[in-house]
Structures are given as C-alpha cells and as structure tokens.
C-alpha cells in the first residue's frame, strides 16, 4: 500500500535532504546535493526503488512522532506489548562550508524506554535513481560491524547493526531494553575516496541540534501562529544549501499533483522567483545575513548577460537543467513520468525580475549594504525588463500552453521599477530613473485597459478569468486591498477557484496551461487570500482560513503544494518552500492587521 504524502518527515543537513515515513522507512534520499541521484527511491516505487527501514517487528506496533523542539531531529516513539522504544532520526549538521561534500550522515539512534523491543532492520540501496545495483560487500566485524556498497562513483557505509545480505538486500535486528541504546549510521562518500573516520554519535547530536536551536532563537517574531511560523522558517532554511546559497523549491521530484496523473515535475532546483519570497520572509523576520549569502548566489548564477538570465538554475548556479523522464523509478502510486530536470529552464517568466528586484529592494531597506556589483545588477535586470515590455509570457504558473500576456506578470515588472526607481529616490542610488517612471506608467497603462474586465483584474488580457495570483497585486503596491478591482477579483476567485473553502491556482479547464488533467486546491494561494482578506478588513475571515490551512500541516508540521479536500491528503512536492513561505507572510499580515 502506498504510504501518504503527508506521513513524511523531513531530515536535513542543509546540503540534501531526506523523508522518513511514519513507518520508520526512509524512502527518499539524495546524494550528496539536493538535486542528486537517489540512493533510497521508494517514494516513487517501492522498496525495490531503495529504501531504509527500522521499526519494531511487531506488526501491530504503534508510533507516535515529533521534532526535538526547534530542530530537525525527528523522534519516533513506539509502543510494543514487550517495551517502549525511540528512534532518534537525524542528519548531522557540519557547520562549515566546503567546495567539495566528501560525506554525508543519517544518524539512526535506537533509545529503550521500558521493556524490551526488537526491531527489524532493513536496507535496499539502489543508486542512481535506482538504475544502479551496488557491490555489497561486509568491511567490518562481528564487534564493530560495517558494509560498504559501491557503484560508479557513490559509496554508502552503514555501521553500528549487523546485516545480511538477503535477496538483494540486507536484513537484520536491534533489541533494545530499558536504558540501551544503539546507533547505527549510514555515511555517503566518493567511492574513490577511502571511508570517513566513524561518526561520533554523541557529538553529532550536540553539535547538530545546538545548531537548529541557535538558528531558531534568532527568529525574531511576535504575533499569531507562532509554532507553524517558527516551523515554516526553519524549513525554508533546511532548503537551503548552506554551501552555495541556492534554495530549492522543494526536496523531491515527481509527486504528482493529481494522482496518477502526468503533472509530476521535478522541484530540486533554485527558482528566483521561490528564492527571492523566501528571501523576503527570511529578511523579514531577522535574518540579513541570508540576504548576502543569497545575493551572491545571485549574483553568480546571472553574472553575464542580463538577458541570458534563467528562471530557474541548479544549485550551484547551473544552467544546465534539461528534463527528461526516468523509467527506472515507477512513479508515486503509479503516476508518470517521473521527471528529472526541469524544462521550465528555458520558459520566459516575465514576473521574475520583479520577484527578484522586491527582494534586493527588501535586503537594501533591511540594511544590507551594497556590493560591488549588486547595483549593476539590478541595473542590468530593469534594462533588460525594459526592451521586454511587449513580449507574452509563461507566467508564474510556468504554463506549457501558448505564451500571454499575463496581469500578474505586468504587475511584478511595474514593481520591478518601482523598486528601482525607490533606490534612486530612497538611497540615493544613481540610474536611468526617468527613463524607468515612463515604463512603469507604460505598463501601468496597459494593466489598466486590458488585464482589467468587468470591474475586475483578469488572468490575462484574451480571456475573462481570474487567477489566483491576482491576490498579490496589492501586496508590491500596485493598488490598494480595498480597491474596487480588487474586491470584485477576490468575490470572483470565490466564486470560480474555491473548492471546498479553498483556492486554486486558476481553473484548467480553460486549456490555458496545455496540460491534460485537473490539480487541486493551492496552499500558498490560500495563504495569499489570507493576506488580502487581513489587508482589506475581513480580519474574522483571514483568522478562520489561517487556522484551516495550519491544521492541514501533518503531525510534524509540514506542508506540500497541494491538498485533495476530497480525500483530505497532502499532494504534490513535499515540503513545498511556496507553501511554507506563503503560511510566514499569511502570519504576518493578520499580526499587522
């Protein structure tokens, strides 16, 4: 039976990342980036695709679960007629930066709290996306034991448990009894490189949750919601590569947005649009030193030609993204493709200068100073805006259909200069600034007369409906939330996007995106509603909605992109930076109202 999106849980060592099931099975690992080949790949399979599992053998077992206070530390507490046990979960945080990763961690800790429990241990490494069988081979003893598995350029090191091999895999037991423990550790390293010293279990737990919690103590917020704000920021910065900077938009590829569908897309990259809002949410809750560290990711990653500037890129900066679909993975439940790459690479999405110039503008009001060539940049981006005026679009959707002129994308390029001309105006920064008010009222102009219909904002200017990214049209200041356009955008979202109390992206039958299939209901865009609904005086509405969307996060407080109001299940990439951010400034805005 297919485990539930919204039964993981999130390991991370702010390098790559892993998903741990309810069941004690860690179906999802990549190694050693984010966006690297999987070991474990039963999320999108089974436990032929590769996986990691240590639970009780009693079947009828029964968990619980939760993080270590502020940390990524995951608990799992499991109750046996025989004893009480914990699996203390974690990848060890290494606080330094490197050029090169030559190892990464996953910390298995057995703790017995009464009784006895014997668990089953088992492990299926399937490398490269499962493509790949590896060369198993026993490198220990019966006193310290230890197997090695290698293929091509990966080597996985598992110590601390006795395995055997077993039809292509290796099983064993742990039994723990009232005040055992065991730890059992799973290191990554080239396979060209001899094998890491063993990791000191003790250190690395103290080490790695001293980290989180230091990080969480500096997240300077007063208002509602505090614990799904304070968990969303944390994991936004667990989506963060603490050596390059990149953020990603999420973990994982291929969970589908409509199950058993084709809409399943790879999210292990960098979108500046994704980065540049969880820049802003990071900023706006103390962290100004994200701010740099992003910005010369930025800086790196479009250093050239403005207009060779991608909307999404690797994590290091990379350009080379292309998609293309795997069959070595069967796919979540049976959904392909699944999808390696990302082909939006290679779209135009006229609302990302925007994004991405609200953000610079917020790091510079927050007091980051500027570099070198931060100005330049941003300088180079609005000239390149500026010969792009008339050009259609992808829009933030990233639709695959035929290019629009999308409102929300004029919206975010006239905030664009906006934005440039307040760092004229406001720090005293030199530019072109007359030049960038009259493509600002340009642009003003034509929202006006043709991305407004009827008394309201429409998605584009061939069509009549509204999209749910007109929510943010108010927020970069284009108009007041209270404006008469907006009020009637926002009853005409209700009525047309709303499934069940909450929102969709825009309605798919229309043929805009050029995909087959239906999605559900979007949680940032539900988030956003709670922002206008706070902006424009419905304070009883954006507290009711708000409360709704945090009590759809799982057990340890995650969410991904989508949820099936029928089914009341979590869908889609998990767990979805646009969601968490959008849930940080959803908090803001009723603690501002």
């Given amino acids: 039976m297919v485990t539930p999106i919204e039964d993981y849980a999130l390991l991370s060592d702010c390098r790559t990342a892993a998903l741990v099931s309810r069941e004690g099975s860690i179906d999802w690992l990549c190694v050693p980036r984010f966006d690297s080949p999987s070991v474990f790949g039963a999320l ?5 695709q590769g996986r990691w599992s240590l639970r009780p053998a009693d079947a009828a077992a029964i968990a619980s ?5 502020d940390t990524f530390l995951l608990i799992t507490r499991w109750e046996t007629p025989t004893g009480v046990a914990e699996v203390h979960d974690i990848m060890p945080v290494d606080s330094h930066r490197h050029d090169v990763i030559r190892r990464i961690d996953v910390l298995r800790r057995v703790v017995g709290i009464s009784g006895e429990v014997v668990f089953d241990h088992e492990l299926r490494v399937r490398f490269d996306y499962s493509r790949s069988l590896p060369w198993m081979r026993q490198t220990g003893n019966r006193a310290e034991p230890e197997l090695t598995a290698i293929a091509g350029p990966d080597a996985l090191v ?7 091999a077993d039809d292509h895999r290796h099983r064993g037991q742990v039994t723990v009894r009232e005040g055992e423990r065991a730890d059992i550790t799973l290191t990554w390293h080239p396979s060209h490189r001899k094998a890491p010293a063993p990791l000191d279990a003790d250190a690395a737990h103290a080490s790695t949750r001293a980290w989180w919690e230091d990080w969480a103590g500096r997240i300077d917020h007063d208002g509602p919601f ?4 304070v968990r969303s920021l944390l994991v936004l910065r667990a989506l963060s590569h603490r050596d390059t900077g990149g953020i990603v938009a999420a973990p994982t590829t291929s969970l589908p947005e409509q199950f058993g569908g084709a809409r399943n897309w790879d999210y292990r990259y960098v979108w500046l649009r994704d980065a540049a809002l969880t820049l802003q949410a990071l900023l706006e809750h103390g962290f100004v030193g994200v701010a740099h560290h992003w910005r010369e990711w930025l800086l790196r990653a479009i250093a050239g030609d403005a207009a060779d500037m991608q909307i999404v890129y690797g994590i290091a900066g990379e350009r080379e993204i292309g998609e293309r679909e795997l069959t070595s993975l069967p796919g979540y439940d049976g959904a392909v493709p699944v999808r390696v790459g990302n082909g939006a690479s290679g779209q135009y999405q006229a609302d990302v200068v925007g994004e991405v110039m609200l953000a610079l503008a917020a790091a510079r009001d927050a007091g980051l100073e500027e570099s070198h060539y931060s100005w330049p940049m941003e300088r180079a981006l609005l000239r390149h805006a500026g010969e792009q005026l008339d050009e259609p679009d992808n829009g933030i959707w990233e639709i695959r259909g035929e290019p629009r002129h999308f409102t929300h994308s004029r919206v975010m390029m006239w905030a664009a200069f906006d934005r440039g001309i307040r760092a004229v105006e406001e720090h005293g920064l030199s530019g072109p600034v007359d030049q960038w008010r009259r493509r600002r009222a340009t642009l003003q102009a034509a929202i006006d007369a043709d991305g407004v219909a009827d008394g309201r904002f429409v998605q584009h200017d061939a069509t009549t409906e509204v999209d749910a990214s007109l929510l943010l049209i108010p927020q970069v200041g284009y108009c007041a939330a209270d404006d008469p356009r907006m009020l009637a955008t926002v009853a005409e979202i209700e009525r047309t996007l709303m499934r069940d109390g909450l929102v969709r992206r825009y309605r798919t039958d229309t043929g805009v995106d050029g995909l087959d299939g239906d999605e559900h209901p979007f949680l940032a865009c539900s988030f956003w509603l709670v922002q206008q609904y706070a902006a424009s005086g419905r304070r009883d509405d954006a507290t009711a ?3 709704r969307l ?4 799982n057990d340890v407080g995650l969410l991904s992109e989508e949820y099936d ?3 009341g299940r979590h869908v889609g990439n998990t767990p979805q930076a646009f969601s968490h951010l959008a849930l940080v400034r959803a908090a803001d805005a009723l603690a501002g109202a």
């Fill in 545 to 547: 909605l708000m409360e």
């Fill in 158 to 164: 598992v110590r601390g448990a006795e395995l055997r």
């Fill in 44 to 48: 999108l399979g089974g436990p032929d």
């Fill in 65 to 69: 679960r939760r993080y270590d206070g």
């Fill in 565 to 567: 109001v029928e089914h």
């Fill in 550 to 553: 945090c009590g759809l996060a």
């Fill in 226 to 229: 505090e614990a799904s704000v």
